[in-house]
Structure formats: structure tokens, C-alpha cells
């Protein structure tokens, strides 16, 4: 596999953690800007709850994999200047974009899965009173038993990402990995479409 340098002109091309943490800060607050849209105009009830707990996951879901399709950022990533490429710094396609995010989707729909179970089987007069007391033991122990497995796992599959990403010297997080790409700085795409093959890595 043929990766750029580490530099270009002595300015790095891999993105940095803070880069990167702060690109999914800035997604974050425009993905709850519309999660808290969508929950001021809804009606309270046990349908309105499951698609605000629903479609801002898979919104957020399409909005990684479109952007990074099309643009090879998402608007956070635009924001610091960071973009997804291939490891020669090439634009990606469909298929990376969507093999980047194919985890943290499986994860989703089992989320979904999970929570479908759990509101079909509640008492909208019991959940309600659960609601207004502020208590979630009653539609935790709705919950399917496997729940508690999927939250663990989606906490290793996150710390996982960010000890990885904090420990390899192209800034990589497992979903680069699974998807052959890197994300690097904005500034050094145009230059690396212009490198030499003498000037690339070339990793087995």
C-alpha cells in the first residue's frame, strides 16, 4: 500500500487527534441542533420518543457517509481543514465511505433493534408516569437482555477508536483501517496529487 510522507514541505499530512476530535465536536452540535428540532415538533408519546431516539442516528449515519462521499469531509472536518483520502491521497469513493462507517451502523441497527423491542412492550400509562418521575428503571427492564452487551461493546468499539488513533504515526482510527483511507490536512491535498512516486511510502 503506497502512503504519503509523514511531511510535505515540513508541514505535516497526517490530521492530528485534536484536529480530528474537534472536527466531530463541530458535527456533534449540528447533529443535535437537529435532534432538537425534530423533538420541539413533535407530540409526547411513545412513537414521537422512538423517532427522536431513531432518526438523528441514522441522519447522522447519512450525513458521514454522503459527505465523505462527495466531499471527503464532513462540515466539522471542513471546518479545521481536514479531509478523508486514500492513503496516496486520492478521493474516495462510495464504497470507503460507507466501509467507514459500516460498524458504528451495524451497532446502530442493533440499537434500533433493541429499542423497537423495548417500546412495543411498554405501557404508555406506566411509561408515562416513568417519564414524569424522571425514572428509566421501567423501560430499562424492558429492554432486550442482550442490551447491556451492545452498550459495552459500543463503549470498547469507542475507546478502541481513540487509543488507536492516538497510537500510530498516521493518526489512524480502526474505521481507516477497515476502509484503507487516512484523513489529512486540507492543505497538502493538492500538493500530494502532485507527488513523485519517489516521494511516497510504500507499506506491504
Same mark, same amino acid.
Given at each position: 500500500?503506497?502512503?504519503?510522507? $509523514?511531511? @510535505?514541505?515540513?508541514?505535516k499530512?497526517?490530521?492530528? !487527534?485534536?484536529?480530528? #476530535?474537534?472536527?466531530? =465536536?463541530?458535527?456533534? *452540535? ?5 435532534? $432538537?428540532? @425534530? ?7 411513545? !412513537?414521537?420518543?422512538? #423517532?427522536?431516539?431513531? =432518526?438523528?442516528?441514522? *441522519?447522522a ?8 462521499y ?17 492513503p ?42 416513568a ?13 432486550p ?33 477497515i ?9 497538502v ?16
Amino acid at each position: 500500500m503506497v502512503f504519503l510522507p $509523514l511531511e @510535505i514541505e515540513n508541514k505535516k499530512v497526517y490530521a492530528g !487527534f485534536f484536529k480530528r #476530535i474537534g472536527s466531530g =465536536v463541530i458535527d456533534m *452540535l449540528l447533529l443535535l441542533s437537529i435532534v $432538537l428540532i @425534530i423533538s420541539f415538533n413533535l407530540e409526547k408519546s411513545i !412513537f414521537s420518543t422512538i #423517532i427522536v431516539m431513531i =432518526v438523528p442516528e441514522l *441522519l447522522a449515519s447519512a450525513y458521514f457517509i454522503y459527505f465523505h462521499y462527495k466531499f471527503g469531509a464532513t462540515l466539522g472536518k471542513m471546518a479545521v481543514g481536514i479531509k478523508v483520502t486514500f492513503p496516496n491521497g486520492k478521493k474516495i469513493g462510495f464504497k470507503q465511505a460507507l466501509i467507514r462507517s459500516s460498524v458504528d451502523l451495524a451497532l446502530f441497527m442493533a440499537f434500533v433493534l433493541a429499542v423497537i423491542i423495548a417500546f412495543i412492550n411498554a405501557d404508555p400509562e406506566i411509561y408515562y408516569s416513568a417519564v414524569w418521575q424522571q425514572d428509566p428503571r421501567y423501560m430499562l427492564a424492558l429492554f432486550p437482555v442482550w442490551y447491556g452487551a451492545l452498550n459495552l461493546v459500543s463503549q470498547i468499539w469507542l475507546w478502541s477508536e481513540f487509543v488507536v488513533l492516538l497510537f500510530n504515526k498516521r493518526k489512524r482510527a480502526i474505521h481507516d483501517y477497515i476502509a484503507g483511507t487516512v484523513v489529512i490536512n486540507k492543505h497538502v491535498v493538492a500538493q500530494s496529487t502532485q507527488l513523485d512516486d519517489t516521494k511516497t511510502e510504500l507499506v506491504s
